[in-house]
């Protein structure tokens, strides 16, 4: 029997490698006459060990990493194809604690399946959740995910059935199912995984959501910085058209839904769901002034769904398995599972999927492993660049939306960036006001032209320049773009920088001139 | 005076215009385009795809300089990006980054003398596991180091 073995093309992990393992493998295959199958899969979420690299067995998927490809050779030697014993052998990837222990829901098929193929998907578990959409009422639709508990995974957290109830409600006539994949929160690259990974997931998400709103056109805001993702997806749809799964007759269903993928072109704010949808109508991603909803006039004006990727990414599976599977998991009102990024200066980066509910510090220590440096982790931003910065005395927090707003911080997107005690938090808040003005919109002045007076009075605090004083006045700019931001950038740009001057106000200190 | 594009290039522009205004709100979707095609955005055709999309210049120069992936003047051979983000910053893109600018003798936004190389920051990559992250012509680096830096611009003929 050929044997099959798996080599992400994860972005990431190519960045590390991984094309150039994949042609080593298959070079030193046909150089010794060996047939095999090699299926690029996307990655397992496990960074510190790409490139991993699979191998099937009887006994199930053996994994060897992190390999470079001056190992191929003596992988090979190790009969690596069968199983074989090498220094980088991981065992079954399955066994692995690190994967072990996780609750995938929403990764269920990241980093297992051939994201290229329909058929891969279908065998595993896809297309399930549109087949039972199809059977049911577009209400009953809606209220399976209002019932799941889903909240929007973006960040902002809001009820998905609400929002998508409120697009069911509007009259009949065009409406819009658009998702957010402008991912551009540092730390964060959960949807990239899923659109590398798994495309066919989001694909399905935004089906289910157009059968169930009444909406027949769909579009995929991506961010250009994602050139892997951009061609993964074109790749699934273009196969979801091919195998009817997109298109005039959705499933045999006579429904109609279309998708495509529209390109960002390097703007943070249009992460914020206004400013997308006027990107995507091809103008300056400027802050749309709400009401109205994009709910009721969105898109070209039309009644329009704006959803996350993980969160669209989630609904085939509350729809394969039912409201209550999902809801099963969690904590208060933070239902079913997360996706974790571990990232910045972290020993084991990468993807952990786990219920709400587990805390900071098991994500740190635990799965994380400590600092990538070996030093002491200082402190931790969670959320992007808007959350606040967590200090090791509140790690052991919960994940869950609740109880990080309770400590005056954010949950965001599950993004969670580590520095160790090098760190200057100064510099930090710095930083925070800089990218603020870099990217704002311009269109309310708290945000254009406070985030600019922002890096000002810090660089004064930081000159001596009348320290206390502008420390003061610091507070109240801070203040002044909470309350009248438009949107979330200025309105929550606040947040790094009052955290960093709550617990680490030393950093503020003076410095000498140089 | 504006700009004129050279005759090819508003050739170009225009069957760029002509293939997508049918499309909804097509304009970043021609921009998109533009870049791909001439390697950035030269001012010279912004009132081609006004006109194109009948809408004013001062429109579509106002969609141009909103975002920062469209570029006014033609690149270098080479587009080196450095993620200047929070996760690259905890793993050493501040010093990642002064190294750049030294070993190409460039600042961000500029281009080495001899047009082989152009320095852009970039705030996310998408490679936060693997920070310090770079991109080079649409490739993602992760991990690098002052000197992994160095070879992957000599792979590609920095004369030094």
Known sequence: MTVTVYVPRDSSALSLGAGEVAQAISKEASARGIEMRLVRNGSRGAYWLEPLVEVVTASGRVAYGPVTPADVPSLFAADFLNGGQHPLSLGLTDAMSWFASQQRLTFARVGIVDPTSVADYVANDGYQGLRRALSMTPQAIVQAVLDSGLRGRGGAAFPTGIKWKTVLDQPAGQKYVTCNADEGDSGTFSDRMLMEGDPLALVEGMTIAGIAVGATQGYIYLRAEYPHAYRALNHAIAAAYQARYLGSDVMGSGKRFDLEVRLGAGAYVCGEETSMLESLEGKRGEIRVRPPLPAIKGLFGQPTIVNNVMTLGTVPTILHKGAEFYKDFGMGKSRGTLPIQLAGNIKRGGLVERAFGVTLRELLYDYGGGSATGRPIRTVQVGGPLGAYIPASQFDVAIDYEALTAIGALLGHGGIVVFDDTVDMAKMARYAMEFCAVESCGKCTPCRIGSTRGVEVIDRILNGVESERNVQLLEDLCETMLQGSLCGLGGMTPFPVQSALKHFRDDFRARTRH | ?160
């Open chain 2, 1 to 160: 005076m504006m700009q004129t594009l050279p005759p090819t290039d508003t050739d170009t522009v225009r069957r760029i215009v002509a293939d997508l205004k049918g499309r909804p709100g097509p304009l970043i979707e021609i921009l998109h385009a533009i870049q791909a095609a001439l390697g950035y955005v030269p001012e010279g055709a912004v009132p081609v795809v006004a006109e194109g999309l009948n809408l004013s210049r001062a429109e579509v120069h106002g969609v141009v300089t909103f975002y920062h992936y469209f570029r006014r003047s033609p690149p270098g051979k080479h587009i080196v990006s450095l993620c200047q983000a929070e996760a690259c910053q905890s793993m050493g893109a501040e010093g990642l980054t002064s190294h750049a600018k030294h070993h190409l003798g460039v600042d961000f936004h500029e281009t080495t003398s001899d047009g082989q190389f152009s320095l852009e920051p970039v705030y996310c990559l998408g490679n936060c596991a693997c920070s310090p992250a770079a991109m080079v012509n649409g490739r993602l680096y992760g991990r690098l180091t002052p000197e992994r830096f160095d070879a992957l611009i000599a792979e590609r003929g920095l004369k030094k």
